[in-house]
Nanobody, 118 residues
Framework: QVQLVESGGGLVQAGGSLRLSCAAS????????MGWFRQAPGKEREYVGR????????DYPDAVKGRFTISRDNAKNMVYLQMNSLKPDDTAVYYC???????????WGQGTQVTVSS
């Protein structure tokens, strides 16, 4: 199993940047693909991107492609979400998730709030 704790959320103006961190505890971090999701009030949870366990390849939906970057530090059991050119529509609670060998997103953090003001 793995436990996940997000940090780094906050209030930022439109056009600004923010970096979220996710600390993973437990063994075998390198066997987990790591993902980021977000949920705005009244909306369903939305996929933001992922970084693969195998080769650290990344994938992003069109809504954030070119603005968001996911990276991981396997030595520190950390995954990051760098968010640039933020928009008010990016306002949401952001969640880190882990999928064992990239199968199912079975493990979730508690979330961190990101608010982008216009």
């Amino acid at each position: 199993q793995v436990q996940l704790v997000e940090s780094g959320g906050g209030l930022v103006q439109a056009g600004g940047s923010l970096r979220l961190s996710c600390a993973a505890s437990g063994r075998r971090f390198t066997t987990y693909s790591m993902g980021w999701f977000r949920q705005a009030p009244g909306k369903e949870r939305e996929y933001v991107g992922r970084i693969a366990w195998s080769d650290s390849s990344t994938d992003y939906p069109d809504a954030v492609k070119g603005r968001f970057t996911i990276s991981r530090d396997n030595a520190k059991n950390m995954v990051y979400l760098q968010m640039n050119s933020l928009k008010p529509d990016d306002t949401a609670v952001y969640y880190c998730a882990a999928a064992y060998f990239g199968t199912r997103w079975d493990y979730w953090g508690q979330g961190t709030q990101v608010t982008v003001s216009s």
